[in-house]
């Protein structure tokens, strides 16, 4: 089977405060409200966003209850559109959000195997724009000395390597 992608790296090995941190829950992953509580906790950032492609009660109600979960306390849900393809654009909106509330430095919780694609997506959104971000790669279950024992864990690990080389290769250049 193919090698998973590789996490992406923080802009140091020590993740440096920030003005926010962005959940980049774009499947409902608990163990990141937990990473983006346990940031909260080590005084790395009191502002938390998680973005939202659907602005009903059912999406608002999921971020509330992983939050409650996670013992995350306080957070805003950004509503964002969604059009293909969903994370450039999330990152674009995301971009405008940021620029209008005055960040200049965010981290970026997400799972680990999508976090190459996010490093290249919002490097080339964010840059730019002078904001400087960080990736917190979090793996649940799956991580990397185990994603071959399950047919989940292969599953997942190609769909994002496949998902990388589309942004690499159709979604960036025309960028």
């Keep these: 089977p193919p090698s998973p ?3 992406a790296r923080t802009e140091s090995r020590r993740i ?12 409902q992953n608990y163990v990141l409200f937990e ?15 998680v973005p939202v492609h ?3 009660e059912v999406a608002k109600g999921i971020v509330e ?24 654009n999330t990152a674009t909106d995301l971009k405008a959000f940021l620029l209008s509330q005055k960040v200049s430095s ?18 080339r959104v964010l840059t730019p724009a002078g904001i400087r971000f960080s990736i917190v790669p979090v793996f649940g279950a799956k991580d990397v000395q185990n994603w071959r024992k399950s047919w ?17 290769l159709f979604v960036l250049p025309g960028l």
């Design 54 to 56: 659907e602005t009903g």
């Design 16 to 27: 440096q405060p920030a003005d926010l941190i962005l959940i980049e829950n774009f499947d």
């Design 106 to 123: 965010i981290l970026i919780v997400t799972d680990g195997f999508r976090s190459q694609r996010t490093s290249l997506v919002y490097k």
């Design 5 to 7: 992608p590789a996490p």
């Design 65 to 88: 209850l992983l939050s409650r979960a996670a013992h995350l306390e306080e957070f805003e849900i950004v509503p964002l559109r969604v059009q293909e393809p969903i994370t450039l």
């Design 35 to 49: 990473r983006a509580a346990a940031l909260v906790r080590q005084g790395l950032s009191q502002r938390v966003i």
């Design 152 to 168: 989940h864990g292969i599953l997942d690990v190609t769909m994002e390597f496949g998902k990388l080389w589309y942004y690499r």
